[in-house]
């Protein structure tokens, strides 16, 4: 458990006497307390609840039991793949012994019963499991612990010897200079650790087994292969075992393994969301009922659809696998509180699959409708905008804001001011019923707290949830049937309207649990309450009339009413089906046939919506169909009719609204519907408050809906506080001739009425084109620009602010995947991967992106589409899926793969994507401007660029634009890439934020490099003759494969005086296995390239300011080409020279310096000619240069100064960081006694270098 800890919360000390508990978790608003006063055994017991959402903590308070003793949660699954571990590495133990992934051996406990031996292994980056706000407590923890102490004491050790070395030397010697260089570096490499400190996290090897009977598997969280103190774990439903990752961590983790040991799932949490939602729902505690949730007694399968490579989102791929688990599961029903905003309502691939679920498995829905509100249309999908899940809304009840928020006043209850509103944009009402939207409820452990507050419709969500449940477990207690559209008409036909709230917010009202139960029960035997029906309006599931178009004559709807029948319905059954339906509606100005004859078919009636005597404002009217036998039942089924009538502006009130001392009380809502004026841009409110020594809270809201776009496309939405007398001015782009919601609201908690001015205007400078496009081949390009309502000031900017590079694959695989996506009926789903290169050519921020299905979710016809970056070592550096502008990436200078999966049951459809192009976008370093003229002349001519003018109403002016200057084209660029920026026409802040049109700048092929006149050009040589061509080719070739054949001999012999032959051989010996065999001669060969160079013809040319002779282009390659050969060849010597040295320390004996010392042309000792070519090299070169690094560092080491060393070898990986190099960083560190930093690194070095691309 964990509920001890929490018991002492509610103790004497609490003041529990007298603490309002119900308002904490809110049970008594919606019945559920006295339908389980009235029927205490059906407190959920039966009903099994998939909760979709963030994972759920098994260890959190009261999630471990029911009310009758069964296990709380019955099988924790993540099916986001984000937990996934490759586990295809099959190894045998010899003697009870393996080598793990990491490279750590680990020692298999004799108590472990594996027949075969054989083990599946993998390795997973623990930070790739924990919730973000837990990996940031984790490492501020690790740093304190870990890091900081020991850092400490090195950096005063460091100052303490540098200080010491400066008092006692005074006058230096060159060997001294030195030794005090590294002392100083030591001091600075402290400094340079400090810097690039970072966590990457523990690093765990994970093993897969099967014992006989089940699988088994094992993470080795000691982190040193000692397997018998880490815990083990097999398949969660099999006998709800979970274990704890780390002590202060508190997360706790389950595992499922799938496809025969391949793959291992590792479950936890990506955050407290899930768990809060399950408490609510069907959190019970024994010792405390006061805390529990609304149905203690029902089961949970806790399914964890967020990922958490992408931030706890949820992707296609596990939702559609979560669908597959809960119809597997046989689940009575569904809390799903997650949503987007939709661009089309109620169709794509992850709603049929929901649909399916709902109407063949009898699988009620639930989900959240959205914190989107207070402008109408904000529903999200899919909980507001399916057909076949119950949408739920948020309120606040008077208990909830004195228990759960401490408010100082009682308010009458309200809907939270963020609940998302309805109608859906294609006319259903979209909220279905509306719950109490905050709780104090369990949170998982790893946050160190029980209990905490959340509001959200998330909340609400699973309380008409848990409600529900208890519904469902009373039916099945008593033997009473149900279908999921019963059930849905008893919850709509019963809730209780609160008073002063719209239907578009709270839906047919406050869930009541235990009338829609008596419901249920007196109206079994009624035939007709069984059945859902079909109701359709051209494709629409409502008449919803907003555009002003549709209502200035009377308009005519065919709607069209189909029966469905339960699944696996008797086939007499839809045969004798007749219902005799009466039609009415309430509102008068809307007109239907009184009577519909429904059969098994669809049928049509026409309802007529008049709208002209209309005032303005939303109207919303029900159509409703009774059962003439069995009135009581309510309305079998709603057409439901929004009309909203905008208010019309004309020049003559320059196009504003203004309201003067508009009242507000606590959570009062004025909407203004506004047709937006022809020629219209954008619009500017500003508010004013009136009230004295008070500040209060306001929300302004701004909605215009354009078709199959999502209302978030066209929004405008701010949260503020307005203090006494204060004013706020903001602006927001418009279209013309729509509908715009400009909402204002004071926030449900802001206590005390108000008073405000406001102040609705617009403004108009249209462009001859929505978005710009420039191809840079125009040279000059003209818009024109009008101002379109009143005089409006006019200063053109175009900016370009990115620039985007179009990618294709460079390899497409497709394959079906495996057990965990196979949908009913055995229909397997496939996959395609796509795999994409590119490189960055300094570091910067991208956001990769796949144009064709961007920002489609809910809507795709697609399962799922999800890409990952990696670097060169595989390593995953950032994921993300349908919504781009969510996960830009910052990236370090590299080459990168994107790898790309789309999903789908059509092989089929998955192959014609299989060259799909890939977008990456990349934040130019600085914004560039293109210069704007107002005259095609002063264009060409570039001077006198367009400053800004006042045009008046109606005028026309043009501007030019002029093309970007070569040299400001980003480095990098290719065919398919171009920029993208904005083009802004108003003088004023306010219309520049508002009204900002998209421009695209098409890129052309960069200038042929053309030598002009004779610059340059090098003096002709006589023509060889081709016999000589012919032998110097056929030399040059011979050189070319050197490293390959032994030809040295024979090239020495032939042309003894040809530099490239001996840096040739030279570059061979150096590059060969047998390199530290072969010192002598690499010394030898430096020796002879050293040589053949005039050192000092090249220092007097390396001296020379400006060369006068006639063929200087030819000196000047020849001299470049010898002095990078002198370079090469002191630097190879050098290491050779340093790596004998080495040798020599290591072994000590006498008799090998001979034989090495002699060889080298008689100077005698090795260290005086170390000392030589180290003087040598910093004659031609800094020992920082990259060509220099390397003789550099192991001169330092051969000294012993590693703190030199290690500023060489820094320098070294910041150019080339492989493995190696980083094992030489860590064995310096290791000899400088920092073993904090050595740590560090190694474990860094096994998420840096993994085995494999993680799986998706």
């Known amino acids: 458990g964990g509920g001890s800890a929490m018991a002492a919360s509610a103790g004497p000390g609490s003041g529990g006497e007298g603490f309002p508990f119900h308002g904490l978790l809110p049970k ?106 837990l990996k940031e407590r984790i490492q501020q923890e690790r740093r304190e612990k870990r890091w900081d102490p020991a850092h400490r004491v090195a950096v005063a050790e460091a100052h303490r010897r540098l200080d010491e070395f400066n008092t006692a030397h005074t006058n230096l010697s060159q060997e001294e200079k030195l030794v ?65 990752l780390g002590k202060s961590e508190m997360l706790n983790y389950s595992i499922n393994v799938y496809d025969e040991g391949n793959t291992l799932s590792i479950v936890t949490n990506s955050g407290s969301h899930g768990t809060h939602v399950a408490a609510i729902a069907a959190g019970h505690f024994p010792e405390d009922p006061e ?79 959205g914190n989107n509100g207070p402008c109408l249309s904000t529903v999200g999908a899919p909980g507001g905008t399916c057909t076949h899940i119950i949408g739920v809304g948020a309120y606040v009840s008077p208990d909830m804001m004195i228990a759960g928020y ?271 004026p022809e020629g219209a841009t954008w619009a500017e409110v500003s508010l004013t408050s009136r009230s004295e020594d008070k500040t209060s809270e306001y929300v302004v809201h701004a909605i215009q809906l354009q078709k199959q776009k999502a209302f978030r496309v066209h929004e405008f939405y701010r949260h503020l506080f307005l203090s006494e007398k204060a004013s706020t001015t ?8 729509g509908t715009i919601e400009v909402c204002i609201a004071q926030w449900w908690s802001s206590l005390g009425r108000t008073a405000i001015d406001y102040t609705i205007s617009f403004h108009g400078l249209r462009c001859n084109t929505d978005v710009l496009h420039i191809h840079a081949s125009e040279g000059i390009a003209r818009f024109d620009t009008i101002a379109s309502l009143k005089y409006e000031e006019v200063s053109p900017v175009v900016t370009l602010k990115s620039w985007v590079q179009t990618l294709r694959p460079v390899d497409a695989k497709t394959k079906p995947l495996g057990s965990r996506d196979i949908l009913p009926t055995n229909r397997h789903l496939y996959e395609l991967v796509l795999t994409y290169n590119f490189s960055q050519a300094k570091s ?186 012919f032998e110097e080719a056929i030399r040059d070739l011979k050189i070319q494969w050197l490293s390959k054949l032994d030809l040295h001999e024979e090239l020495v012999s032939m042309y003894p005086d040809h530099l490239p032959v001996h840096t040739a051989y030279l570059n061979s010996l150096d590059s060969g296995k047998e390199r530290l065999k072969r010192l002598d001669e690499i010394i030898k060969t430096a020796n002879v390239v050293i040589s053949h160079i005039d050192q000092s013809s090249l220092v007097s040319y390396v001296a020379m300011k400006t060369d006068l002779r006639p063929d200087a282009v030819a000196i000047k390659s020849d001299m470049e080409k010898q002095k990078s050969a002198l370079i090469e060849a002191l630097c190879l010597k050098g290491c050779a020279l340093a790596d004998a040295s080495l040798q020599v320390q290591s072994q000590s004996e006498v008799s090998s310096i001979q034989s090495i010392g002699h060889s080298e042309d008689g100077s005698g000792d090795l260290s005086q000619s170390l000392i030589e070519t180290f003087h040598d090299v910093q004659k031609w070169i800094d020992l920082t240069d990259i060509k220099a690094l390397t003789f550099a560092y192991k001169h330092a080491l051969v000294k012993k100064h590693f703190g030199r060393a290690l500023k060489f070898a820094t320098k070294i990986i910041e150019n080339k960081p492989s493995q190696e190099n980083w094992n030489n960083c860590i064995q310096l560190l290791r000899s400088l006694g920092w073993e904090h930093c050595a740590s560090v690194y190694v474990n860094s070095l096994l998420v840096m270098f993994p085995p494999d691309y993680v799986p998706f």
């Open 844 to 1029: 910067g921020e991208v956001t990769p992106s796949c144009p064709l299905l961007s920002d489609l979710l809910y809507e795709s016809e697609y399962d799922s589409q999800l890409w990952m970056v990696f670097d060169q070592n595989k390593r995953l550096i950032g994921a993300g899926d349908a919504y781009p502008d969510r996960y830009s990436l910052k990236l370090e200078k590299g080459d990168y793969v994107i790898r790309f999966q789309v999903r789908h049951e059509s092989l089929s459809e998955l192959e014609h994507l299989t060259d799909l192009p890939f977008h990456i976008s990349r934040k130019l370093p600085a914004p560039l401007n293109l210069d704007v003229y107002r005259t095609q002349v002063n264009a060409l001519l570039n001077k006198n660029k367009f400053g800004s003018i006042t045009l008046d109403p109606k005028y026309t002016v043009p501007f030019h634009v002029t093309m970007l200057p070569d040299d400001k084209v980003p480095k990098g660029f290719e065919v398919g890439c171009f920029l993208m920026g904005t083009l802004t026409l108003s003088k004023t802040e306010t219309g520049k934020k508002a009204d900002v049109h998209t421009v695209y700048y098409h890129l052309i092929p960069q200038p042929n490099k053309i030598k002009n006149g004779t610059k340059d050009k090098p003096i002709k040589e006589k023509e060889k003759e081709p016999k000589e061509m």
């Open 291 to 369: 805390r529990n949730g609304v149905a203690p007694g029902a089961q949970i399968l806790a399914i964890k659809v967020a990922d958490s490579r992408l931030n706890t989102m949820e992707t296609g791929t596990s939702l559609i696998r979560a669908i597959i688990e809960v119809i597997k599961y046989k689940c009575d029903l569904v809390n799903y509180s997650y949503g987007e905003a939709a661009h089309w309502p109620n169709s794509g691939r992850i709603c049929k699959v929901i649909e399916d679920a709902v109407l063949k498995h009898n699988i009620i829905f639930v989900s959240s409708a």
């Open 406 to 676: 401490s408010m100082r006043e009682r308010l009458p209850a309200n809907q939270y001011t963020w609940s998302s509103r309805g109608p859906c944009v294609d006319g259903a009402l979209g909220v279905c019923i509306t719950a109490p939207g905050g709780a104090v409820a369990s949170v998982p452990n790893w946050t160190l707290r029980g209990m905490e507050l959340m509001n959200g419709t998330s909340m609400s969500s699973p309380n008409a949830c848990g409600g529900i449940a208890l519904l469902i477990s009373g039916l099945k207690a008593n033997g009473i049937g149900y279908t999921v559209h019963s059930v849905r008409r008893a919850l709509e036909n019963t809730a209780v309207k609160v008073e002063n709230v719209e239907a578009f917010a709270q839906g047919h009202g406050i869930i009541q649990i235990e009338k829609a139960y008596d419901y249920l029960s007196q109206n079994v035997s009624v035939k007709s309450t069984q059945l859902g029906f079909d109701v359709k309006v051209f494709n629409r599931r409502g008449i919803y009339l907003r555009d002003p178009a549709y209502l200035s004559v009377p308009m005519d709807f065919s709607v069209s009413v189909e029966p469905v029948f339960p699944e696996d319905t008797d086939n007499s059954e839809k045969i004798a089906l007749q219902i005799h339906l009466a039609l009415t509606c309430s509102a008068t100005w809307v007109h239907i046939p009184s009577h519909l004859e429904l059969m098994n078919q669809s049928r049509r009636v026409t309802v007529r919506v008049d709208a002209r005597g209309l005032k303005e404002g939303p109207h919303y009217a029900e159509v409703l169909a009774y059962d003439t036998t069995a009135p009581a039942v309510g309305p079998l089924f709603r057409i439901p009719v929004t009309v909203i009538i905008p208010s019309r502006l004309s020049a003559a009130c320059e196009y504003k609204i203004e309201q003067k001392n508009v009242d507000f009380k606590p959570g009062e809502i004025r909407r203004q519907f506004i047709e937006v």
């Open 180 to 244: 005090l260089e590294d002392l100083q570096c030591q001091v600075d490499q402290l400094d340079v650790q400090e810097k690039m400190y970072s966590d990457l996290g523990p690093v765990y090897d994970c093993l897969v087994w099967h014992d006989g009977e089940s699988w088994r598997a094992c993470l080795d969280t000691s982190e040193c292969g000692d397997l018998s103190s880490c815990q083990t774990l097999r398949n969660y439903k099999e006998a709800h075992e979970y274990a704890q």
């Open 28 to 133: 008594r608003e919606t019945g559920a307390l006295a339908f389980l006063s009235r029927r205490p055994e059906s407190d959920g017991r039966g009903a099994l609840v998939a909760v979709l959402d963030s994972g759920v903590d098994p260890a959190a308070p009261g999630l471990q039991i029911t009310t009758d003793g069964k296990p709380k949660i019955v099988d924790l699954i993540d099916v986001s793949g984000s937990g996934d571990v490759n586990t295809s590495t099959v190894l045998e133990a010899k003697d009870d012994v393996l080598v793990g992934l990491s490279g750590r051996i680990l020692k298999i406990p004799s108590t472990w019963i594996n027949p075969s031996m054989r083990y599946h292994i993998g390795i997973k980056n623990a930070f790739e499991l924990y919730p973000t706000a």
């Open 730 to 737: 903001d602006s927001f782009a418009v279209h013309e001739g």
